[in-house]
């Protein structure tokens, strides 16, 4: 499985690297002026993002003359190097060789940290357990720590188009896409947007997974991986062909492994992870339409963050008598033994959704998509830290969402314009339950029957969104593109921890979170945008876009809004824009699949309600924040003389604090926590034929700036920092052709990830003392990043 370079489709392999005799070349001027802007670039401090390497989309083939041919979908045509270069957005396409990069047990959280300005934070190294994703610093999931996720929920996810992300809270997990091998890509978008692609909470960008879309021919790939820590997984797909303008793919995985961090009691943190798509799609004369389904499922023990330093009394169970929990104690890599300490994460989702699209005439095209999607989590929680019975305490968390809607539109083509004119409405159904107890005397009790905190709240939620757009194209290589949406969210909230919890509300009334009545809150606002490119060759396009957008702050949790503080408040809110330039060369003397974007970006986020709380759900209290987030993001890539393929990404950007008040104490001036102040890879790969067999040895180097941490002790952002790191990782991939049998070829590959063995901690945060106890008040605590791993892969193709 070739994690960078696939040989060339446009000439046959058995040309591509046989000899080994290279053909010599003069490079043309325009190559000869693209490698001067290359080595003059980064003295001149632009930065940008972009594709990788060739983006082609994965589209159905068929034999020639065959009709109809399955159709390209919206999606995947956002994965085209041609849609990147012309769009007027800022964008990043990872292609289906950089999903392979992340290993072949990691999963979207993995893949997105090769993409610049995207930040990774979490407590494990598979597609399984949860991790915390920023984009230009703006964040996304929930990586197992408490401090940090000021701006968390505001980057939409979408699946093959359909929002992933709960509408009340804004959050989504990683764990809800862990199999790379059912993807044929992932789309970024910076800043929140085209109004027509918007969904409801685009503050700081989308995530966009493609998955494999239904081709013309029939065929399959199954592959086996397995790796350190008792890595394993399996995955496939399936492809019917076309019959009768019926076209089907089946694709998924299941995989599982331990955790680089084990207990002294030889607890191995296991995770384990499956996920399921089917799509079938029919196409006709004018148009086609879709039915799809999606299900995945990601559980992982969830380590307890580790002190970086001894301090007195935090031992490894919590009693005098053990050894101090720290990584230079107890070890870097260990962990609480489970009978004292653990928490079990699972994360859930299933998605079925409809597309039509229709052709009606030859200036007027329909288009609709509706959809389900239900959303469970399970956090499982054992706490007996110390020992002590008064302080034993389980946790069952299991809240969930059901959400279903509908979103249409028209394109209509005139002279010089593209009009699109649409909206969509959501209705979903939020209950954030959640039970502690303690089964132990005195503190009888259990799930039905809890006798520490409860709660179980509900939100509705229901979203309205009208957009109109016009793609204004008054010269061939010019496209102005004004917007302008207008949304209606309304929020309805009532408590029903008297109800769900009955008999534990009769005899501890004051232990119910939602300490207030039930409420109705509607919110309308207007969000315009205008964005534009301007190719001023066929090879350099400048671009630039601004829009404003708006979120529901996040609900639920042990506290704030509507449950502990009273439902008065504004939309958040971003307004942001984007400046740059692109370039994109095809085969042009040693540039064979050129792809370049430099932009610079500015995003101020205002209205930002902050919520606090401790590792054990506690509600803390909230802050009010106005940040501002702004740098410069490059990428680069291409193809150099059919068989080497060269990538970097950078990214550079400060995020600080215009206001940040809790407590009636304002930390104005103080940097965004968690956000690094720089991210670069860079990666190399190369093909040769020996023997007949293609191998491509790649390397590939990924860097992360320092960051601030959070401050739990005071509940506000931090000077400290955590320290910066890189990572080295290298690769061997393999292809054995079949010409003649069943199976196509055979595809093996040979990861090694962080191959010098650095440790390293990609989270830090100072702790209140809450979750430890003992002396670590204002001490920090740390979540650290997998040791040297390894993977071997072997897949065939039929």
Avoid: C
Avoid at 36 to 48: C, D, G, N, R
Avoid at 70 to 84: C, F, I, M, R, Y
Avoid at 140 to 146: D, E, H, K, T
Avoid at 563 to 583: A, I
């Amino acid at each position: 499985m070739t994690a960078f370079v696939n040989p060339p489709a446009y000439r046959p392999r058995e040309q591509s690297v046989m000899s080994r005799h290279r053909p010599t070349f003069k490079p043309s001027r325009l190559t000869q002026s693209v490698l001067a802007a290359l080595l003059v670039m980064p003295f001149a401090a632009a930065h940008a993002q972009t594709s990788p390497e060739s983006l082609g989309t994965v589209q159905a083939g068929g034999q020639e003359g065959q009709k109809p041919q399955p159709a390209k979908s919206h999606e995947a045509t956002k994965l085209e190097q041609t849609h990147v270069f012309k769009s007027d957005q800022s964008i990043k396409v990872l292609s289906k060789r950089e999903l392979q990069a992340a290993g072949p047990v990691g999963g979207s959280a993995q893949a997105l940290s090769l993409a610049p300005g995207v930040g990774v934070t979490g407590y494990g190294a598979t597609g399984s357990t949860k991790t915390s994703i920023s984009i230009n610093g703006i964040k996304q999931g929930w990586g197992g720590f408490s401090g940090g996720q000021i701006d968390n929920g505001s980057i939409a996810v979408t699946f093959d188009g359909v929002p992933m992300s709960n509408p009340s809270t804004g959050l989504w997990e990683s764990p809800e896409v862990p199999q790379l091998g059912l993807l044929q890509g992932i789309g970024i978008t910076y800043g929140p947007g085209s109004a027509k692609d918007r969904w409801y909470n685009n503050i700081g960008g989308e995530i966009a997974f493609v998955p494999l879309q239904p081709t013309a021919k029939a065929g399959g790939t199954v592959g086996l991986s397995v790796g350190s820590y008792g890595a394993r997984n399996l995955s496939l797909s399936l492809q019917s062909g076309m019959h009768d303008g019926w076209a089907t793919v089946l694709a998924g995985g299941v995989g599982s492994s331990d955790s680089y961090r084990t207990s002294s009691d030889g607890f191995k943190n296991h995770s384990h992870n499956y996920a399921w798509f089917l799509k079938t799609r029919k196409t006709f004369e004018k148009g086609d339409f879709s039915l799809g389904f999606y299900q995945a499922e990601g559980q992982g023990y969830r380590p307890v963050p580790i002190p970086l330093q001894p301090i007195s009394g935090v031992t490894l169970d919590g009693t005098p008598n053990t050894p101090l929990y720290s990584q230079s104690t107890s070890g870097y890599y260990s962990s609480i033994p489970a009978n004292v300490w653990f928490k079990d994460d699972t994360n859930k989702t299933r998605i079925i959704y409809g597309k039509a699209n229709i052709q009606v005439d030859e200036t007027l095209s329909l288009h609709n998509l509706v959809w389900y999607r239900m959303g469970e989590r399970l956090h499982y929680h054992y706490n007996n830290y110390g020992l002590s019975n008064p302080a034993n305490l389980y946790e069952y968390n299991n809240p969930s969402t059901q959400v279903y809607g509908d979103k249409a539109w028209a394109d209509i083509s005139l002279p010089h314009n593209l009009v699109s004119l649409g909206g969509f409405f959501l209705k979903s159904h939020y209950n954030s339950r959640n039970a502690f107890y303690n089964t132990n005397p005195p503190y009888n009790g259990s799930q039905g029957v809890p006798n520490a905190k409860y709660r179980s709240d509900y939100w509705d939620q229901t979203d309205l969104a009208l957009f109109m757009q016009d793609k204004i194209s008054p010269i061939a290589n010019f496209e102005i593109t004004p917007g302008i949406r207008f949304i209606n969210y309304q929020t309805n909230y009532y408590p029903a921890g008297q109800s769900d919890f009955s008999q534990a509300y009769a005899l501890y009334p004051q232990h119910d979170q939602g300490k207030l009545p039930a409420a109705n809150v509607t919110h309308h606002e207007t969000e315009p945008s205008i964005a534009a490119n301007w190719r001023i060759t066929p090879t350099l396009a400048l671009f630039g876009n601004y829009a404003v957008a708006y979120k529901e702050p996040q609900v639920g949790g042990g506290g704030g809004i509507y449950q502990s503080t009273p439902p008065v408040y504004n939309l958040e809110k971003s307004t942001d824009y984007n400046l740059g330039f692109k370039m994109h060369v095809k085969n042009d003397g040693m540039l064979r699949n050129f792809l370049l974007s430099v932009s610079y970006y500015h995003l101020h986020y205002t209205n930002q309600y902050i919520t606090l709380s401790d590792a054990n759900g506690n509600f803390l209290g909230d802050a009010n924040g106005d940040s501002v987030y702004k740098g410069f993001n490059i990428a680069v890539a291409d193809d150099i003389l059919y068989n080497l393929h060269a990538f970097a990404n950078m990214n550079f950007e400060s995020a600080d604090f215009n206001n940040y008040t809790t407590g009636g104490v304002s930390y104005a001036g103080l940097p965004v926590s968690n956000v690094p102040n720089k991210t670069f890879n860079v990666g190399f790969a190369y093909e040769d034929y020996i023997s007949g067999i293609l191998l491509t040895p790649r390397i590939w180097y990924q860097y992360v700036g320092k960051q601030h941490m959070f401050d739990n002790n005071i509940g506000a952002p931090s000077q400290k920092t955590i320290p910066a790191y890189g990572l080295l990782n290298v690769g061997l991939d393999g292809e054995v052709p079949f010409s003649h049998a069943a199976v196509h070829d055979v595809r093996f590959s040979v990861n090694v990830l962080n191959v010098l063995n650095k440790q390293y901690n990609p989270f830090e945060e100072v702790t209140s003392g809450g979750l430890l106890g003992g002396n670590s008040q204002g001490q920090i605590l740390g979540l650290p990043g997998a040791p040297r791993t390894l993977y071997a892969s072997l897949s065939a193709s039929f």
